[in-house]
């Protein structure tokens, strides 16, 4: 069983920067890979990123690829999700999983309960 809590989110400017982090309790948690999703109102939850149980590959949505960075600390049962040059695009509820390593959200077992990202324009 693994828990997660996600935090970091906020209001933000266009360009500008969040980090989002995601903790997980539950010894099993390096065994996982973790992604993050994201929900925007009246629209369906789309892949942002993804990385490895190691930590040594990771994926990216077209959208936030070279904008985005997820990385974890298996040591801290921790994921992070670096945003860098916002866009009012990006706003959205993010949720980190647990899972395995894929873009589908079917294969995700666990779910943090989500943290708010606004960007204004």
């Known amino acids: 069983q693994v828990q997660l809590v996600e935090s970091g989110g906020g209001l933000v400017q266009a360009g500008g920067s969040l980090r989002l982090s995601c903790a997980a309790s539950?010894?099993?948690?390096?065994?996982?890979?973790m992604g993050w999703f994201r929900q925007a109102p009246g629209k369906e939850r789309e892949f942002v990123a993804v990385?490895?149980?190691?930590?040594?590959?990771?994926s990216y949505a077209d959208s936030v690829k070279g904008r985005f960075t997820i990385s974890r600390d298996n040591a801290k049962n921790t994921v992070y999700l670096q945003m860098n040059s916002l866009k009012p695009e990006d706003t959205a509820v993010y949720y980190c999983a647990a899972g395995s390593y894929g873009s589908s959200w079917k294969i995700y077992h666990y779910w943090g309960q989500g943290t708010q990202v606004t960007v204004s324009s």
């Open positions: 539950g010894r099993t948690f390096s065994s996982y890979a």
């Open positions: 990385i490895s149980w190691t930590g040594g590959t990771t």
